[in-house]
């Protein structure tokens, strides 16, 4: 097997390029097979059911999956089967021995993987869109149904032709309830980021467990694409301002940081402890997060972590497919992360004493 074609037989290929749209877009599987437009994320699709293929129980597990890359009722179990796929593959090319984990149940983690100085657990989480806009999209799509509130719709002839544009506003993490203090649209995804895999029940009392947070189809395939690994990130500066890094929030923000968004004037904090920063019960098994976007992956070190990741394992990790060095935090040393966080929130608190530059309300 060299691609994901292989892996198929052709009635179900032919079951993929004429499967209906879905809210306006085509299936998950569909962007690896027929797109004329091949991203990136589609070449390690590819790359990784060659790899997979090579390993000595690959075939088998390569045919289990194929059922959920072939759901056409829950296109979001197409692009969680799609992004284990490209992570077992990304964890093989980057010198990786991956053990995937028999499922017995939804307690079951994904992958054990070793580079020599001890096992680590595995978990891989695709990360969807908030269900309220599932239903704004399938609304703006199905003919002949009203358009939601909101939404505007022109027809435009341009000679003989007719086009149409629809305008909406689209906020993958939620929409925001203007009547709620710690609520905005950098918020909601910080809070959404930070909730993933909460409870960790896939996740081992006694050793690192890293988890893969995929957002390649964060919004669908089109909106997804421009979520950067900027959002890892503690500011970025725009334009008219700077805005928050939603992923480095969830992972290391504090109660009370303020929640910067570009030309904004509302000061909007944090209404809860970053996953790393969590004590007690709540404290995460959690020793790292690897965060995959379309075009970049970036890893978060838990600098408090009870577990911590060995460093032939964080050097190996860097040479994941895509991987964004100069935004990862890591212990390179031992305490470079919890040193870079905390500099970085320094930078964060300064930023919100220099009030001048925001004009908040």
């Known amino acids: 097997m060299k691609r994901l074609h292989d892996l198929l037989e052709p009635q179900q290929l032919k079951d993929v390029e004429n499967a209906p749209l879905i809210m306006g877009t085509r299936h998950p599987t569909w962007f690896p097979l027929f797109s004329e437009k091949s991203r990136a994320i589609d070449h390690l699709v ?32 197409a692009s969680s089967a799609l992004a284990e796929l490209r992570a077992y593959g990304g964890l093989l090319e980057a010198g990786f021995s ?38 704004l999209l399938d609304a703006i799509n199905t003919p002949g149904a009203p358009l939601p509130v909101g939404v505007e719709r022109h027809v435009q002839m341009v000679g003989s032709r007719s086009v149409i544009t629809t305008t909406a506003e689209l906020m993958p993490a939620g929409r925001p309830d203007p009547t709620k203090t710690f609520d905005s649209i950098q918020a909601n995804l910080v809070s959404r980021v930070c909730a993933i ?28 694409q421009f979520l950067k690994p900027g959002q890892t ?25 303020p929640l910067f968004e570009e030309g904004s004037h509302k000061l909007v904090r944090m209404g809860h402890d970053g996953r790393f920063r969590l004590t ?13 976007f ?28 895509w991987f ?38």
């Open 46 to 77: 590819h790359e990784a059911v060659a790899r997979v293929h090579r390993e000595p129980n690959g075939d088998g597990w390569l045919k289990d999956l194929v059922p959920r890359l072939l759901d056409f009722t829950d296109i979001n179990g």
């Open 294 to 321: 379309c075009a970049g992956a970036v890893f978060l070190e838990n600098p408090w972590a009870a577990h911590r990741i060995p460093d032939r394992t964080r050097l190996t990790l860097s040479r994941y497919p």
């Open 280 to 292: 007690g019960k709540k404290k995460t098994k959690l020793s790292g997060v690897l965060v995959v």
């Open 197 to 224: 895999k909460q409870t960790e029940h896939q996740l081992p009392h006694d050793e690192p467990a890293l988890l893969v947070i995929d957002f390649t189809n964060f919004g669908g395939p089109q909106i997804a």
């Open 98 to 135: 991956v053990e995937p984990i028999p499922r017995s149940d939804d307690s079951t983690p994904d992958f054990r993987i070793d580079t020599g100085d001890g096992p680590i657990t595995v978990e891989v989480f695709a990360k969807h869109q908030d269900k309220e806009q599932d239903c």
């Open 324 to 361: 964004d060095l100069s935004r990862s935090i890591a212990d390179w040393q031992p305490g470079d992360a919890a040193k870079q966080v905390d500099l970085q929130r320094r930078m964060i608190e300064t930023l919100e004493r220099d009030g001048s530059r925001f004009e908040f309300e």
């Open 233 to 257: 990130a503690p500011i970025e500066s725009g334009h008219r301002g700077v805005t928050c890094g939603a992923i480095w929030y969830a992972m290391y923000g504090w109660k009370g940081a």
